[in-house]
């Protein structure tokens, strides 16, 4: 009886980058980027946050006073702790560095789990170092939600408008013009839900000026959004010198948003504080994202609008009005940021100053390209530069020994990171920033 051996298969050819690298099935090339920096995070990792981490034991406290049931803190040994999530970061650099030797990209799991484990290894190592090696970490999650809340409305409303083809640098001065519009407007009214509508018509008319200049005349949109910021800066600040302040009582004192606890819910530890104890204005955040997501990705005025953006000239063909299309899109962005800018002056704090926002619109541009211009990811993007913007004051107060310099530049430090795309490459709609001439 004989035996046919069949010869062995050829193996499928790996398709070729522009530079005879392997490329992806959607044609990207496989890139050293990603492999090269985690394996930098992870060699920083294990030196600081493993050999060279406190030796002492860093308690996070998971429940709070208002919760209706009690967790015990949980206590971790602050080397040990290191010294294994540094070693499973490790783990997973080298096997990013595995996948690109065979010409496969790093999967996003492994970069979110890898983040993940960083950011919890860092926040053991901050701890367990303090002269009072102790945090609340509902309280932790909790801030840092707070604090994100003004850069969701923001980046939300750089997703309505770069969806459409248009780039929104003058978040910032929407966010401002919304804030001042609802501090003087809530004093006035002695009603701060007037000065929520308010701040949404303020932000609405600064996009408005937007849309005109950049998609009515073709004015460069980069600079329009910047003289927009420059201009709201300089007006309330005017208005603020010369109004407010002469008369604090009658234009500078709005009352505020009261947090709304909803019974039981509220109670449940670390997820009751972040979902059911909020201002108006933070349920309205959780709401925003849904509804955008929902428009977006699930309507057919969502996907007109990615059809606006991503080429405009189809869409035109198909009988869409693309300019029309893009002057809505700018204004329901800006009436969002408005309505994030009411949080200053309306749940934050009870009045307006100068330069309230602080640079905040730029921040949101970068959760926007953090997020991939996807309003879910936009979100989880801002809570992560809410996140270390309130571990900084947090930890100045344990009494930590890394320098308060660094922690405050936290912030900025990752803004910079996500911005120079070291957190994996993003791509804008195609059409973002290029105005359309019909014909």
Request: net charge positive; hydrophobic share 60%; no cysteine.
């Given at each position: 009886m004989s035996t046919t051996v069949s010869p062995p298969r050829a193996g499928k050819p790996q398709p070729e980058g522009p530079a005879g690298g392997p490329v992806t099935l959607s044609g990207k090339p496989v890139t050293w980027k990603t492999p090269v920096m985690l394996s930098a995070l992870a060699l920083v990792a294990l030196v600081f946050f493993g050999f060279m981490g406190p030796r002492q034991t860093a308690s996070f406290g998971i429940s709070t006073g208002s919760d209706f049931f009690q967790l015990p803190a949980l206590q971790v040994d602050a080397f040990v702790a290191g010294l294994v999530l540094a070693t499973i970061m490790a783990g997973l650099a080298a096997y990013s560095v595995y996948l690109k030797t065979k010409g496969r990209p790093t999967p996003g799991w492994a970069a979110i789990v890898f983040t993940v484990l960083f950011v919890a290894a860092?926040?053991?190592?901050?701890?367990?170092?303090?002269r009072t090696p102790n945090i609340s970490l509902a309280g932790l999650i909790?801030?840092?939600?707070?604090?994100?809340v003004p850069l969701v409305f923001g980046s939300l409303s750089g997703v309505l408008c770069e969806r459409v083809g248009v780039v929104n640098i003058a978040i910032e001065g929407q966010l401002l013009g919304g804030a001042f519009t609802a501090a003087i407007v809530a004093t006035v009214t002695q009603n701060p839900f007037i000065g929520l509508l308010a701040a949404a018509?303020?932000?609405a008319l600064?996009?408005?000026?937007?849309?005109?200049?950049?998609?009515?005349?073709?004015?460069n949109q980069i600079i329009v959004g910047v003289v927009l910021n420059v201009l709201v800066s300089g007006v309330t600040g005017f208005l603020f010198s010369t109004v407010m302040q002469a008369d604090k009582a009658k234009f500078n004192a709005p009352p505020g948003l009261e947090v709304i606890a909803i019974p039981v819910l509220s109670g449940i530890p670390i997820i009751g504080p972040i979902l059911f104890r909020q201002s108006l204005v933070g349920y309205l955040m959780y709401v925003a994202v849904i509804a955008?997501?929902?428009?977006?990705?699930?309507t057919r005025w969502g996907l007109r609008v990615?059809?606006?953006?991503?080429h405009p000239q189809a869409a035109d063909t198909l009988g869409i009005n693309v300019n029309l299309t893009r002057f809505w899109n700018v204004t329901l962005g800006g009436a969002v940021a408005g309505i994030g800018g009411s949080f200053f002056t309306l749940v934050a704090i009870d009045s307006f100053t100068k330069e309230i926002s602080g640079g905040r619109g730029f921040i949101a541009l970068a959760a926007l390209i953090f997020g991939r211009w996807n309003p879910i990811g936009a979100f989880f993007?801002?809570?992560?530069?809410?996140?270390?913007?309130n571990l900084q004051s947090i930890v100045?107060?344990?009494?930590?020994?890394?320098?308060?310099?660094f922690m405050a530049m936290l912030p900025y430090l990752v803004t910079v990171l996500a911005v120079a795309g070291l957190v994996g490459r993003s791509r804008g709609p195609a059409a973002s920033g290029i105005p359309y001439v019909k014909g």
């Open positions: 860092f926040l053991i190592w901050v701890v367990g170092g303090a909790a801030g840092s939600l707070t604090l994100a018509v303020a932000g600064v996009s408005m000026v937007l849309a005109v200049f950049s998609i009515k005349y073709l004015v955008v997501w929902i428009g977006l990705f699930k990615r059809a606006v953006g991503e993007a801002a809570l992560l530069f809410g996140f270390a913007d100045t107060i344990i009494g930590t020994p890394v320098p308060s310099q």
